[in-house]
């Protein structure tokens, strides 16, 4: 994503206003861009189509949604941090050409494995079986949209990115309005899975047109499943963690069945949901400002061992390092901490804005504190993977989904009053943790590049198997080749 950064960072070196705009808009269309258009689609629906469904329609239609982002993402986990992975390494080999065949070779799976999931959650309800097919079809819509983002990364069009995204959007609003008025809630959800197809397909031809096809099916990405496994744990305990609180309240907590496994919680996930769209500038910011200055150091650093520096100068560049990560992170942490406050102050006329009830404003204010705990834990956990710290992330993770688990349970055995501030403790812990992860990554980095690196060839321990003579006779064959 740093090279996304760099290419971002032209818009904002033109010191006009415009660039600015540009800059940041862009950022935070490829750092959240179906959340973005999601929650600006859902809510003119809810505005506009309210009129045309019940309540119990309307609480139908918002779980759908819900669950449809919840188990896509979860399960995406699994699969997320191999695909970034595999494309990288695709990027650095300069094997641009096979982009689009690769990534129809990762979504098919993707889609059969997601088009099951859905089917599994979907059958068990009493839902129409129209309404059974637009769920379907909007969960492997949503998941197909995870997988292009990943390969977004590669594309230079960021106007044609943005435009499918708002077209999207626009569609899924008018479609849904349209379409509930005619054909109630499955009508309202039959318009929003148009609206990401609409996305989807924009996305795709943007690679197709960039990439073009190449006659290539490659089942190489389930190579990278076993070479690096560890990297599966990643994307799905980040997931797990970030969704088990809501979990717990769905099936445990003052939650309405609406049929089969599907929950609304009109108490606690509203707040939280609403509390998550304040990561979006945080995200954006490190996408376009952070991570590109950190990765110029980072990579000085290891061309000057490829350059043979000496230690005075690894030290000095490692110095650098730390004062670009400080020095970035400090207008981020500023800004941050200030939307932190504004919504905490302006919670009661937020959650008017957003037409939820004023009783929830206690849980999204202590929401909205954990969701900056939480951003700045994740923007740490993608620094320590630059230093390839897998298992710090992992251990970090982990913990944060065991805590999160744990502290929700508790607080709903404590009641109401208690709601959000289980996950705004495991948000904080995990965000300490990260701290004291990163500062032991970035400290001792210098020392595990050498240290982790083998002192000899591997091929010398064949050589050494041969006998003198042998060797000898070897290399009197490799002349006699060589002269014929």
């Not at 899975?193 to 290539?216: C, D, I, K, N």
């Not at 909205?368 to 939480?374: A, E, H, L, R, S």
């Not at 620094?383 to 390839?388: E, G, K, P, T």
Request: net charge positive; proline share 2%; hydrophobic share 50%.
């Amino acid at each position: 994503m740093a090279g996304i950064g760099f290419r971002l960072k032209k818009f904002l070196s033109d010191d006009t206003y415009t660039g600015l705009i540009k800059g940041y808009f862009f950022g935070s269309v490829l750092s959240s861009g179906p959340w973005i258009f999601t929650i600006f689609s859902l809510a003119v629906i809810q505005l506009f189509a309210a009129r045309y469904l019940t309540i119990q329609e309307a609480d139908t239609f918002t779980t759908s949604i819900t669950y449809t982002f919840a188990f896509s993402l979860i399960t995406f986990g699994l699969m997320e941090m191999v695909i970034t992975r595999y494309l990288a390494d695709k990027l650095f080999l300069r094997e641009g050409r096979i982009l689009f065949a690769s990534f129809i070779s990762i979504l098919s799976p993707v889609l059969l494995f997601q088009v099951i999931l859905a089917s599994l959650l979907y059958v068990f309800t009493d839902f129409s079986l129209s309404y059974k097919f637009a769920g379907i079809a909007l969960h492997v819509l949503i998941s197909s949209l995870w997988v292009v983002m990943i390969f977004l990364s590669a594309t230079k069009n960021y106007i044609a990115i943005a435009i499918s995204f708002l077209a999207g959007a626009i569609v899924s609003a008018l479609a849904s309005v349209e379409f509930s008025r005619n054909f109630g809630v499955t009508g309202a959800l039959v318009g929003v899975a148009l609206g990401q197809a609409v996305t989807l397909s924009g996305l795709v031809w943007r690679l197709y047109r960039e990439f073009h096809f190449y006659p290539f099916f490659s089942n190489e990405i389930f190579h990278y499943y076993r070479k690096h496994s560890s990297l599966i744990w990643v994307g799905f305990l980040y997931n797990a963690g970030l969704w088990v609180d809501k979990i717990l309240f769905w099936y445990l907590g003052p939650s309405t069945r609406i049929s089969g496994p599907f929950y609304n919680d009109e108490l606690y996930g509203s707040a939280l949901y609403l509390a998550y769209i304040t990561m979006i500038p945080a995200l954006t910011i490190f996408l376009v400002k952070i991570e590109t200055s950190f990765y110029i150091a980072f990579r000085a650093f290891y061309q000057a061992i490829e350059a043979k520096k000496g230690l005075k100068d690894l030290l000095k560049i490692k110095e650098q390092l730390i004062l670009s990560l400080r020095t970035s992170a400090r207008p981020l942490v500023t800004f941050q901490t200030g939307l932190c406050v504004c919504c905490v102050i302006f919670a009661p006329a937020i959650l008017n804005l957003f037409r939820l009830r004023q009783e929830l404003v206690a849980i999204f204010q202590i929401g909205t504190i954990g969701v900056f705990f939480q951003v700045l834990t994740v923007i740490m956990g993608i620094i320590i993977l630059y230093f390839n710290g897998i298992q710090k992330v992992i251990f970090l993770y982990a913990t944060f989904f065991v805590i999160n688990l744990i502290f929700s349970l508790l607080t709903l055995k404590w009641g109401f009053p208690t709601y959000g501030y289980g996950f705004t403790a495991a948000c904080f812990i995990g965000f300490v943790m990260a701290y004291r992860l990163l500062e032991q990554q970035i400290q001792n980095f210098d020392y595990e590049t050498f240290f982790y690196q083998p002192i000899v060839s591997p091929n010398i321990y064949k050589i050494q198997e041969t006998e003198p003579l042998e060797r000898a006779e070897l290399s009197q064959i490799k002349m006699e080749t060589k002269s014929g």
